[in-house]
């Protein structure tokens, strides 16, 4: 059964970093897509970083792009999410999410469906 755990959420002044952590169990990791998203106060999910299988490959949202940095440990079954230069607006209890295939992790309406979501970790961005 498909276990993810975030870590690594805090709070942290506006110009500041935090990297967050996905430790992920129940299924073959080596083999998955993984996905970084976040839910703001009042918003609706959305998602922020994209990384294939082999770590070859990443996708990211404009407002973070050369900002945030998603990496992978095979090895230890763990996906990370570095991100240096936050702003308020980066506030956000964020979520990892893994499938079988990138596609289907950027597709538009995947942050708003029914899928297994871990509990989070909440980023809290002051000015």
């Known amino acids: 059964q498909m276990q993810l755990v975030e870590s690594g959420g805090g709070l942290v002044q506006a110009g500041g970093s935090l990297r967050l952590s996905c430790a992920a169990s129940?299924?073959?990791?080596?083999?998955?897509?993984m996905g970084w998203f976040r839910q703001a106060p009042e918003k609706e999910r959305e998602w922020v970083a994209v990384?294939?299988?082999?770590?070859?490959?990443?996708y990211y949202i404009p407002s973070v792009k050369g900002r945030f940095t998603i990496s992978r440990d095979n090895a230890r079954n763990t996906v990370y999410l570095q991100m240096n230069s936050l702003k308020p607006e980066d506030t956000a209890v964020y979520y990892c999410a893994a499938e079988e295939k990138v596609d289907t992790l950027l597709l538009k309406s995947y942050a708003s469906g029914q899928h297994y979501w871990g509990k989070g970790t909440l980023v809290t961005v002051s000015s």
């Open positions: 990384i294939t299988p082999s770590g070859i490959n990443t």
């Open positions: 129940g299924f073959t990791f080596s083999r998955h897509a």
